[in-house]
């Protein structure tokens, strides 16, 4: 469903929203579970990682720049680090979170006179 092509995994797209940053280096991995309580609502945000989450119980929606994507128990997707936000289901929601760390996007330098 999904590979990367170098190690560590190349830098995300640059994005609008904060960082959140979740302690994992570029080339490591931290595996962790996250419960949201229902109706739970993250801001936008993206990380320096690759994603890769399994809807454990409960609903979650993935709201993306092109909308929100509901997600049930089963389902699973792989967020690269783009901008993105949470909102739990009336139930909450149990995610299964197996992060890769990649390095942040290079600084883009200005052209000032």
Partial sequence: MFS???????AR???QAP???LGVAPGL?????VEYERNMELPMHHTDT??????LSGSVE???DDGPHPLEAGDCVVVTGVD????????????????LGTPPP???ESNSV
Avoid: K, N, Y
């Avoid at 690759?50 to 809807?55: C, E, G, P, S, T």
């Avoid at 909102?87 to 909450?92: E, F, I, K, V």
């Fill in 106 to 108: 290079a600084r883009q």
């Fill in 29 to 33: 991995a931290r595996w962790f579970v």
């Fill in 4 to 10: 990367t092509e170098q190690r560590p995994p190349s």
């Fill in 84 to 99: 993105h936000r949470w909102r739990a289901g009336p139930d909450g929601c149990r995610l299964s979170v197996q992060a």
């Fill in 50 to 55: 690759l994603d890769f989450d399994v809807v």
């Fill in 62 to 64: 993935l709201i993306l």
């Fill in 13 to 15: 797209p640059i994005g």
């Fill in 19 to 21: 960082t959140f940053d």
